[in-house]
């Protein structure tokens, strides 16, 4: 056959596609496709070669937000070292007392949380988290003669945007509290984000969760309660429902449906 007759032969779907110009559609498409492959395929093995070190990472962050709220954050020792001074115990919430069912360990709050057979739907939800866990984990501080002298208690519920995740430290009482805060959330920079701010957590060491008769008092508001100054942080400025959200989940999670329980408990000196 001729060479003029082999170029006028019918070209299969791969030679037409070389054959046309760098800036044709198919090819501007066939490199953009190309790149979103190849950077997926990047993007996906590096996700999974770095998740154990963000785990790592997260779990190194969760430990420093506990000593923080604890009081007991040095930014000169490892962490590791300064959160074997806390005792975690696996919670069984409706009972206020401590199981032996999980390894404190290896026990993942949020995973039970989601899961039917260690978790509950809830009907009266004001945290607005849907589902609670059965079993938390909680963390005692023990002084040298080996009594109680904190406890750290996490928290969580939803703000404006987001769930925020937290602790709230207790004295060896049960009812004032020594510290609160939040290490994951999302709520609106500069507003509801100023759960983060120092100042705004400094109110709320040396404040009461009851009253005398053992009413739950605490508020978050704009103005104080009757109770007192005593059960009051001030509101975030422009941050109402933040503000709502906070004030709601402290509640929740101080209340019956929460570590009132175990909290009673404490305060018998069961713990």
Same mark, same amino acid.
């Given at each position: 056959m001729s060479d003029d007759l082999k170029d006028d032969?019918?070209?299969? %779907?791969?030679?037409?596609?070389? %054959?046309?110009?760098?800036?044709?559609? =198919?090819?501007?498409?066939?490199? %953009?496709? $190309?790149v979103c492959l190849v950077a997926s395929m990047i993007v996906s093995a590096a996700a999974v070669a770095l998740r154990p070190i963000q785990e790592v990472n &997260?779990? !190194?962050? !969760?430990?420093?937000?506990?000593?923080?709220? *604890?009081?007991i954050y040095d930014p000169n020792q490892d962490v590791? #070292? $300064?959160? &074997?001074?806390? #005792?975690?115990?696996?919670? #069984?919430? *409706?009972? =206020?007392?401590?199981?032996?069912?999980?390894?404190? &360990?290896?026990f993942d709050d949020r995973t039970a949380a989601d899961d039917p057979a260690t978790s509950v739907a809830l009907d009266n939800d004001p945290a607005g988290i849907v589902r609670q866990g059965k079993f938390v984990t909680v963390y005692l501080l023990r002084d040298d003669a080996g009594a109680v002298d904190k406890v750290i208690l996490p928290i969580h519920g939803y703000g404006l945007w987001s769930t925020l995740y937290g602790f709230i430290a207790l004295e060896e009482n049960g009812n004032d509290i020594f510290g609160l805060q939040f290490y994951q959330h999302a709520e609106t920079p500069g507003l509801g984000a100023e759960v983060d701010n120092p100042r705004w957590k400094s109110l709320w060491n040396g404040k009461k969760l009851a009253d005398a008769?053992? #009413?739950?008092?605490? $508020?978050?508001? !704009?103005? *104080?309660? &009757?109770? =007192?100054?005593?059960?009051?942080?001030?509101?975030l400025a422009g941050a109402t429902l933040t503000t709502v959200g906070v004030h709601n989940l402290v509640n929740f999670w101080?209340?019956? $449906? =929460?570590? !009132?329980?175990?909290l009673d408990n404490l305060k018998a000196g069961g713990v």
């Amino acid at each position: 056959m001729s060479d003029d007759l082999k170029d006028d032969a019918p070209k299969g %779907a791969i030679r037409r596609f070389l %054959a046309a110009p760098p800036d044709s559609v =198919g090819k501007t498409i066939f490199v %953009a496709v $190309s790149v979103c492959l190849v950077a997926s395929m990047i993007v996906s093995a590096a996700a999974v070669a770095l998740r154990p070190i963000q785990e790592v990472n &997260a779990l !190194k962050d !969760k430990q420093i937000n506990i000593l923080q709220v *604890a009081g007991i954050y040095d930014p000169n020792q490892d962490v590791l #070292e $300064s959160f &074997a001074a806390f #005792e975690p115990q696996v919670l #069984e919430l *409706a009972t =206020g007392t401590f199981s032996d069912q999980f390894d404190p &360990a290896t026990f993942d709050d949020r995973t039970a949380a989601d899961d039917p057979a260690t978790s509950v739907a809830l009907d009266n939800d004001p945290a607005g988290i849907v589902r609670q866990g059965k079993f938390v984990t909680v963390y005692l501080l023990r002084d040298d003669a080996g009594a109680v002298d904190k406890v750290i208690l996490p928290i969580h519920g939803y703000g404006l945007w987001s769930t925020l995740y937290g602790f709230i430290a207790l004295e060896e009482n049960g009812n004032d509290i020594f510290g609160l805060q939040f290490y994951q959330h999302a709520e609106t920079p500069g507003l509801g984000a100023e759960v983060d701010n120092p100042r705004w957590k400094s109110l709320w060491n040396g404040k009461k969760l009851a009253d005398a008769n053992g #009413e739950l008092q605490i $508020s978050v508001t !704009k103005t *104080a309660p &009757a109770a =007192g100054a005593d059960h009051h942080i001030d509101a975030l400025a422009g941050a109402t429902l933040t503000t709502v959200g906070v004030h709601n989940l402290v509640n929740f999670w101080m209340g019956e $449906s =929460g570590y !009132k329980p175990f909290l009673d408990n404490l305060k018998a000196g069961g713990v």
